[in-house]
């Protein structure tokens, strides 16, 4: 059965203290990795798309990467602005969306 | 550019009741997908919408449904209203289906059955 999770389920980070989430999957074939923030009341926002093992994507303090089997959002250097819940989601190849249940970051100053 | 819109953003209903929510893409974009967001269960997909016609389906029973009207505007129904019914929809719009088009959501329509 395919399935996405995640962990750790919530992290709280002083500022500044740098860390890592982890998006694990099991699919029948992978066409894509996204990862989303999704802030309070409001959909998911786009943060990237991973498409083969070993890719890399950064875009300001995070950082996402892609295994075989699973992928990690690096957050370096955290700000309190980047408290948010991070989801990753999988398309597989039957075109399926399958999301993770999220990690809740909270960034304390 | 005005984001993806859902109408309406809140919404009180009675268990076997019918309702319907919009959604409004991006201009320019053709591809709708919905999803349902509970505390419990995550995020879900429950359809994707291209040029009017439903690309592919999720694990949801019939009761939820949807089309796609010409101007790329998209509608779900739920019909027969159950309790578990209760969640945030979320519409997410992009420019096409292949999976390199990046989804827009927006805020979503918090369905509330009492």
């Known amino acids: 059965e395919d399935q996405v999770t995640q962990s750790p389920e919530a992290l709280r980070l002083q500022e500044g203290e740098s860390s890592s989430l982890n998006c694990s999957y099991t699919?029948?074939?992978?066409?894509?990795l996204f990862w989303y923030r999704q802030d309070p009341g409001k959909g998911p926002e786009f943060l990237f798309t991973l498409y083969s093992a070993g890719e890399e994507k950064e875009k300001e303090r995070l950082k996402a990467t892609l295994t075989k089997k699973e992928s990690f959002l690096h957050i370096t250097a955290p700000k309190p602005e980047d408290s948010a819940t991070y989801l990753c989601a999988v398309k597989t190849s039957y075109d399926k969306v399958i999301f993770g249940p999220g990690t809740s970051l909270s960034v304390i100053p | 550019k005005a984001g993806v819109t859902q109408t309406p953003r809140y919404l009180i209903k009675t268990r076997g009741q019918q309702v319907t929510l919009s959604c409004s893409p991006i201009?320019?974009?053709?591809?709708v997908s919905w999803y349902q967001q509970t505390p419990g269960q995550g995020l879900q997909f429950l359809f994707e919408y291209f040029s009017e016609t439903q690309r592919n389906k999720g694990n949801f029973p019939g009761r939820f449904s949807g089309r796609q009207f010409s101007n790329s505007r998209s509608e779900m129904n739920v019909s027969t209203l159950e309790l578990g019914d209760s969640a945030l929809y979320l519409c997410?719009?992009?420019?096409?289906?292949?999976?390199?088009?990046?989804?827009?959501f927006g805020p979503g329509t918090r369905l509330t059955v009492l």
């Open positions: 699919v029948s074939g992978l066409r894509g």
């Open positions: 997410a719009s992009s420019l096409d289906t292949g999976v390199g088009n990046e989804q827009f």
């Open positions: 201009s320019g974009h053709r591809s």
